[in-house]
C-alpha cells in the first residue's frame, strides 16, 4: 500500500468505521470508612465474573438515579446515600445478547448502603460479595475499575 493510501486510511476511512464507545451506568455501592471500607461485587450473569451493579441509561432518569436503579436490580440495595457526581469512568468490551461486542464506557457513582433485601428482581441470578477495595480490585477484569476501585 502506498504511503499516500496509508495516509487517506489512517486520517479518514480508519475515523469513519470507528464507533464511539456506548455509555453506562455503574454504581460503586460501598460501607464503612477507612481501613473499614468494603464494596459490594455481583457475578455477571452470563460469565460469573465479578462486577459492579451497571447497567444502560434508563428514559426518566439521570445518570446517578439510573445507577441506584441497577445497585437495586443486581445487588438488593434498597436503601443508601447517592453522590450525584460521578467518581470516574472505566471501558470494557460487553457482549450482546445478539453475540456481537460493543465497546462501552460505565459512569461510576457511589453508593453508600444503608440497607440491602436479601428479595430482589435478580437475586437468583447473581452472587454478591462485600470485600476490601483492594481485594475487590484484585477480582475484577477491567483496567480501568482496578484503578478506580484502588484509588476509592
Same mark, same amino acid.
Given at each position: 500500500?502506498?504511503?499516500?493510501?496509508?495516509?487517506?486510511?489512517?486520517?479518514?476511512?480508519?475515523?469513519?468505521?470507528?464507533?464511539?464507545?456506548?455509555?453506562?451506568?455503574?454504581?460503586?455501592?460501598?460501607?464503612?470508612?477507612?481501613?473499614?471500607?468494603?464494596?459490594?461485587?455481583?457475578?455477571?450473569?452470563?460469565?460469573?465474573?465479578?462486577?459492579?451493579?451497571?447497567?444502560?441509561?434508563?428514559?426518566?432518569?439521570?445518570?446517578?438515579?439510573?445507577?441506584? !436503579?441497577? +445497585?437495586?436490580?443486581?445487588?438488593?440495595?434498597?436503601?443508601? $446515600? #447517592?453522590? %450525584?457526581?460521578?467518581?470516574?469512568?472505566?471501558?470494557?468490551?460487553?457482549?450482546?445478547?445478539?453475540?456481537?461486542?460493543?465497546?462501552?464506557?460505565?459512569?461510576?457513582?457511589?453508593?453508600?448502603?444503608?440497607?440491602?433485601?436479601?428479595?430482589?428482581?435478580?437475586?437468583?441470578?447473581?452472587?454478591?460479595?462485600?470485600?476490601?477495595?483492594? !481485594?475487590? +480490585?484484585?477480582?475484577?477484569?477491567?483496567?480501568?475499575?482496578? $484503578? #478506580?476501585? %484502588?484509588?476509592?
Amino acid at each position: 500500500m502506498s504511503s499516500l493510501l496509508k495516509q487517506a486510511w489512517a486520517e479518514v476511512v480508519s475515523p469513519i468505521l470507528k464507533r464511539p464507545n456506548r455509555v453506562q451506568v455503574a454504581a460503586l455501592c460501598y460501607r464503612g470508612s477507612g481501613d473499614d471500607k468494603e464494596v459490594l461485587l455481583v457475578t455477571s450473569r452470563g460469565t460469573g465474573r465479578w462486577i459492579l451493579p451497571k447497567g444502560w441509561p434508563m428514559d426518566g432518569k439521570n445518570a446517578a438515579e439510573a445507577a441506584r !436503579e441497577e +445497585a437495586w436490580e443486581e445487588a438488593g440495595v434498597i436503601e443508601g $446515600q #447517592l453522590d %450525584r457526581a460521578p467518581i470516574g469512568e472505566y471501558s470494557y468490551d460487553k457482549t450482546l445478547d445478539t453475540g456481537g461486542v460493543a465497546r462501552c464506557s460505565a459512569a461510576v457513582f457511589p453508593l453508600k448502603v444503608e440497607k440491602l433485601s436479601a428479595d430482589f428482581p435478580e437475586a437468583d441470578e447473581r452472587t454478591r460479595k462485600w470485600v476490601s477495595p483492594e !481485594e475487590a +480490585a484484585d477480582m475484577v477484569d477491567e483496567k480501568g475499575l482496578r $484503578q #478506580l476501585l %484502588r484509588d476509592f
